[in-house]
Antibody
Framework: QVQLQQWGAGLLKPSDTLSLTCGVSGGSISGHYLSWIRQPPGKGLEWIGE???????NYNPSLRSRVTISVDTSKKKFSLNLSSVTAADTAVYYC??????????????WGQGTLVTVSS | DIQMTQSPSSLSASVGDRVTIPCRAS??????LNWYQQKPGKAPKLLIY???TLLSGVPSRFSGSGSGTDFTLTISGLQPEDYATYYC?????????FGQGTKVEIK
């Protein structure tokens, strides 16, 4: 069974850089994109971006200028960096694995979520 | 970006009811539509992909339909464990986007 386990700092100050890492176990990351998704408290889900095992990335244009997603294929982990955070970046951050069908992609396995709070 | 609209944001239903949850895309997305269930404090869980394909292990009381811009998630015979928030998500083009969610509450 595929499992995603994520970790990283949960309390940041404005202008800090958010850094989270997600490890994948029980399955291959080849042939899949790996995504980061966030959810502000009490709100809906926002896709941040994704990376594949070759390092090819896609980012949400709304965050592109501040986001970097990287992958360490040998260790089966991928990371999110979000720079210059503000209170608006306070959210639960999830990592997720993308799988594909003949009609699109879907997020079939998710990490447990990390609450990141930005406060001075 | 493709906007996904879910309305209502919440609904009340009783155990055993048939519940329908609509989702509308701002442009045609063929069948590139997924449904997730989220319970408080938990990560979303995939239920249905490609508009109508039930993920293995998901109870058959869940079903999805629609194509183009209008989609529906149906729960036939609501169970106590189904009280949750349901999100639709388009996979037609990046950025992948989600609806705002529909919370199914106890009546």
């Amino acid at each position: 069974q595929v499992q995603l386990q994520q970790w990283g700092a949960g309390l940041l100050k404005p202008s800090d850089t958010l850094s989270l890492t997600c490890g994948v176990s029980g399955g291959s990351i080849s042939g899949h994109y790996l995504s980061w998704i966030r959810q502000p408290p009490g709100k809906g889900l926002e896709w941040i971006g994704e990376i594949n095992h070759s390092g090819s990335t896609n980012y949400n244009p709304s965050l592109r200028s501040r986001v970097t997603i990287s992958v360490d294929t040998s260790k089966k982990k991928f990371s999110l960096n979000l720079s210059s955070v503000t209170a608006a970046d306070t959210a639960v951050y999830y990592c997720a694995r993308d799988s594909s069908s003949s009609r699109g992609y879907y997020f079939d396995f998710w990490g447990q979520g990390t609450l990141v709070t930005v406060s001075s | 970006d493709i906007q996904m609209t879910q309305s209502p944001s919440s609904l009340s239903a009783s155990v055993g009811d048939r519940v329908t949850i609509p989702c509308r895309a701002s442009l045609s997305i063929s069948s590139y539509l997924n449904w997730y269930q989220q319970k408080p404090g938990k990560a979303p869980k995939l239920l249905i992909y490609s508009a109508s394909t039930l993920l293995s292990g998901v109870p058959s009381r869940f079903s999805g339909s629609g194509s183009g811009t209008d989609f529906t998630l149906t729960i036939s015979g609501l169970q106590p464990e189904d009280y949750a928030t349901y999100y639709c998500q388009q996979s037609y083009s990046t950025p992948w986007t989600f609806g705002q969610g529909t919370k199914v509450e106890i009546k």
